[in-house]
């Protein structure tokens, strides 16, 4: 039932026992009413939201008691393990801070790998340094593998708990790859502290320029605008330039970035796409059953944006290269299926996460009390096709696994990392890109970016579903 329709039902009930009340007055003034406890009042809200706008509204489930934890509450409503991605913060602002990649950290990201199967040690690869962090100003680089925080060995009961040191000023005991010794080397530890870094999703471009052909670059970490558009803006003056030096291939380096704000993304996908402008449809979208009884939520499509800076038409065989991995998810993953039906997408790494469904940021803007944040599943995309099916994730056109097929972790750029060279070597013309590489038995358990905001999700800010949402319910 709607809040319009709570509201409407409320509003009868006191008017039709209004009289009732008023001759009871002087009988009730010993039975004062009972004060309402606050995860009640929480979770009241968060049950409203979720019977309106969870896309699995069917299968939504029995909550637990009223007054329980408003994040045991909201879990207990989920349809698991089909939705993996719906969350609950305690905090709205820090939600949206943190979706815009602001965080308090020492600043580096990490990819944990077992050192053996002979024993239970745990060990850290370093996949990139924020620049600016603490972590840079204490010499940390891509590729160092840690063994020890705080001076304690990372095991299989020890991780965890030392993982979650890294939220405070800690030390690290780390090794470097020595390529002359051809061997990883102890350096001295460091100790680093945290601070609030507002991290630029645009971490690299460069151009390179093979058998007289010019290859754009980009590692993009993840989906923001920033304050004022700048991270859209400098994707902006980045396509600009590509677009004056007449680049003929372009690399999208994904493997790191877990998703985020479907604006991004949109403006992204409208740099790349041949010739679009805001007439051409980039997704459709889909609400629950609830939803769909209403006009504004029926054949909703998002559509490109007009950009002087689009490069589409220049890119040979009308092909674009993207580099993911495990943690490739949601708006990259959008960008992949919406691109599909305008150009040959050339998918080098390992197979993408899977998210085909986003989010609304959600806050209880009538109760300034409620600080809570939810992230609910309500929609899902497709493309201009309606072809939405890639919940199991996009396989590769050629495949590469960091650190499995490359035992330690190069600076990005360097045209001998992994999955760049798969794409120039598939832009050479190299027969068989990938098809002889070595096998090292490093497996991979796990990495910090799934503990991020924006990891595996599609998130969108704008303020028309909001109010839609709000105007439905007056």
């Known amino acids: ?160 708990r030392l993982l979650g040191n890294r939220s405070e000023n800690h030390s690290i005991t780390f090794f470097r790859y020595n390529n002359e010794a051809a061997a990883f080397q102890a350096q001295p530890a460091v100790s680093l502290t945290v601070t609030e870094i507002a991290e630029d999703p ?103 944006r007009s950009k002087s800076e689009n490069l589409g038409s220049q890119l040979q065989g009308n092909r674009i290269y993207i580099l993911t991995s495990r943690r490739t998810a949601s708006a990259s993953e959008l960008i992949i299926n919406g691109l599909k039906p305008y150009m040959d997408v050339v998918i080098i790494g390992d197979i993408t996460t899977g998210k085909n469904v986003g989010s609304v940021p959600i806050e209880d803007e009538d109760d300034p009390d409620n600080k809570y944040g939810l992230l609910p599943i309500i929609f899902k995309d497709a493309d201009k096709n309606g072809q939405s099916e890639f919940s199991e994730g996009f396989l590769p056109n050629i495949q590469g696994v960091e650190l499995r097929n490359q035992n330690r972790l190069l600076p990005f750029g360097d045209t001998d990392e992994l999955l760049l060279k798969l794409a120039l070597d598939r832009i050479k013309g190299v027969q068989q890109a990938g098809a002889r590489l070595k096998t090292f038995d490093i497996e991979i358990i796990g990495s910090s970016f799934e503990n991020k905001a924006h990891y595996g999700k599609m998130v969108d800010m704008d303020p028309s579903i909001k109010t839609i949402l709000k105007r439905k319910n007056q």
């Open 1 to 160: 039932m709607s809040k319009f329709f709570k509201k409407l039902k409320l509003l009868l009930l006191i008017v039709g026992t209004s009289i009732i009340l008023g001759a009871c007055e002087d009988k009730n003034e010993n039975n004062p009413r009972r004060t309402l406890d606050p995860n009640e009042k929480v979770n009241t809200w968060i049950k409203d939201v979720m019977d309106e706008v969870y896309l699995w509204l069917e299968s939504m489930r029995q909550p637990v008691a009223l007054t329980s934890e408003p994040e045991l509450y909201f879990e207990s409503l989920l349809n698991r393990p089909t939705d993996r991605f719906s969350v609950i913060y305690p905090d709205y602002q820090e939600l949206i801070n943190q979706l815009q990649g602001v965080s308090l950290e020492a600043g580096y990201e990490i990819l944990l790998a077992r050192e053996s199967e002979t024993n239970n040690n745990i060990v850290a690869f370093v996949t990139y340094v924020k620049k600016g962090s603490p972590a840079e100003q204490a010499g940390v680089k891509r590729g160092d593998r840690i063994e020890r925080i705080n001076g304690e060995r990372l095991t299989f009961d020890s991780y965890i």
């Open 202 to 304: 645009n971490f690299l471009d460069t151009i390179y320029q093979v058998n007289n052909e010019k290859i754009g670059y980009v590692v993009y970490h993840f989906f923001a605008p920033g304050t004022d558009n700048r991270y859209d803006n400098r994707m902006d003056q980045i396509f600009a330039e590509f677009q004056t030096e007449g680049i003929d291939h372009l690399i999208l380096d994904f493997r790191y970035n877990g998703g985020g704000f479907v604006s991004s993304a949109i403006n992204l996908a409208s740099l790349i796409a041949p010739n679009v402008t805001s007439n051409d449809v980039f997704s459709k979208r889909l609400f629950n059953s609830f939803l769909m009884q209403f006009e504004n939520f029926q054949n909703v499509e998002t559509k490109f």
